[in-house]
């Protein structure tokens, strides 16, 4: 299987690097998308830089202005070429080297998504609200779709590359998440579970979820299972 790394990118200059060197280094057939949305930052100066000996597999897009993690995503799917899509944050909070556990489960031609949970373990939390927050939207999704999951919010999603592009992409911004497990619990697919590690960043490192983003999830998981 050929695995393609969607990294959605926003004012990332401290981590950008760094992320792209720690997924590079896993012995995995894979490909890295990179997509700028509209970065303010040094950003895209690193990636001008990266775009003049790019290696054979990675691709580098750049958004003609910010609109969103979501959005981001939706044009990175317009370019993957393998057989499974993971999305990676550009941050350091989620371990690539993980990469080889969570694509296992697809070795079943059953499987067509997996969630990487944070909380199948215990991992480091970076505020109390924002873990409880978590906590209560993978309640909210499992009591509105019967499902059993424990981390809804996890970056490390992973779909089998048809599937993704079936379902397609609406939102623009984080709600990119409740809309795509809305989206697969509606069609009765099972979420399989993978334990990751995780390692928070804080708001002032440059974390950009707020809590009005839980407010928006919830309507979105709503609106997935009754409209």
Known sequence: MKLSVIIPIYNEEKTLSEIIK?????????????????SSDGTKAILEKLGEN???NMKIIYQ???QGKGAAIAEGVK?????????QDADLEYN????????SPFENQNVQ??????????????TASFYWGGRLLSWITNL??????????????????????????ESKGFEFCPEVTGKVLRRGIHIHEVP????????????????????????????????
């Open 79 to 87: 370019h993957v070429t393998g057989d499974i899509i993971i999305i």
């Open 144 to 169: 509105l779709y019967g499902s059993h999951i424990t981390d809804e919010s996890t970056c490390y999603k992973l779909f089998r590359t048809a599937l993704l592009k079936e379902i397609g992409i």
């Open 96 to 103: 690539p080297e993980e990469y080889h556990k969570l694509i």
């Open 64 to 66: 003609p202005h910010n």
């Open 54 to 56: 790019l290696p054979d």
């Open 196 to 227: 990751i590690t995780y390692k928070p960043r804080l708001w002032e490192d440059g974390k950009k979820i707020q809590w009005h983003d839980g407010l928006v999830a919830i309507w979105v998981l709503l609106k997935h299972r009754f409209m």
């Open 113 to 126: 998504v997996v969630y990487g949970s944070r909380n199948l373990h215990e991992n480091p939390k970076s």
């Open 22 to 38: 720690r997924v590079q280094a896993v012995d995995i057939k894979k490909e890295l998308v990179l997509v700028d949305d509209g």
